[in-house]
């Protein structure tokens, strides 16, 4: 099955202050890269996705850039609020390929 | 609009036993994957079922099953528990049949095996 490899696995900022968070992947048969958000004991929520057609994503203060060619694809937070504070998994799929998680980003922003 | 609901929230069960778990996905969606997710870990996908049929399978053994029925509801079973399979188990559904379709998660079932 294919790999997914997230750095960093803890991330502490100032509010304010930008937060990226990157993963990469192994097989180029991959086209769906899904971000998602837990907070302490709930659901995985989905914040941004992004498709192999695309290079780059936004929405508000988060956008997702994909880089297929280097095989790795990143999460940007900016002007980052304590409320941001979570737990930020990518994801991957794509062809005959399951669903597959990262291990996780601990995002602390410090008030 | 309902969200995907799962049930029981939490359960208790000892070594060797079988457990049910439930899920009903959000309205107007006909796919339900199921995931297993360890303390301080990332989701692991277990199956997706799809036109009551099981679609994709990670890498699980048999003791792990489920079904789905013809209102797009899904069950998990699982039998002769371990105590590695204490976990949160995450129901998420989609709308049409593939991995790349955008999935929607439920809160989640707490099993804890004694």
């Known amino acids: 099955g294919e790999n997914v490899e997230q750095h960093p696995s803890t991330l502490s900022v100032q509010e304010g202050d930008s937060a990226v968070i990157k993963c990469t992947y192994s097989?180029?048969?991959?086209?769906?890269f899904p971000w998602y958000k837990q907070e302490l004991g709930k659901r995985p929520q989905l914040i941004i996705d992004?498709?192999?057609?695309?290079g780059e994503k936004k929405d508000q203060r988060i956008a997702v850039t994909l880089n297929k060619t280097a095989k790795h694809f990143s999460l940007h937070i900016t002007e980052t609020q304590p409320e941001d504070s979570a737990v930020y998994f990518c994801?991957?799929?794509?062809?005959?390929?399951?669903?597959?998680f990262g291990r996780g980003t601990s995002l602390i922003v410090h008030p | 609009d309902a969200g995907v609901t799962q049930s029981p929230t939490h359960l208790i069960k000892t070594r060797g036993q079988q457990v049910t778990l439930r899920c009903s996905p959000k309205?107007?969606?006909?796919?339900v994957s199921w995931y297993q997710q360890a303390l301080g870990q990332g989701p692991q996908f277990i199956f997706q079922?799809?036109?009551?049929?099981?679609?994709q399978r990670g890498n699980f053994p048999d003791r792990f099953s489920g079904h789905q029925f013809p209102n797009y509801s899904s069950e998990l079973n699982v039998n002769a528990l371990l105590l590695g399979d204490s976990a949160l188990y995450l129901c998420?559904?989609?709308?049409?049949?593939?991995?790349?379709?955008?999935?929607?998660f439920g809160p989640g079932t707490r099993l804890t095996v004694l």
């Open positions: 994801a991957l799929s794509g062809g005959s390929y399951i669903p597959t």
């Open positions: 097989d180029s048969a991959s086209n769906y």
């Open positions: 309205s107007g969606h006909d796919t």
């Open positions: 079922y799809y036109e009551e049929e099981e679609r």
């Open positions: 992004i498709r192999s057609n695309v």
């Open positions: 998420a559904s989609s709308l049409g049949g593939s991995s790349t379709d955008t999935q929607y």
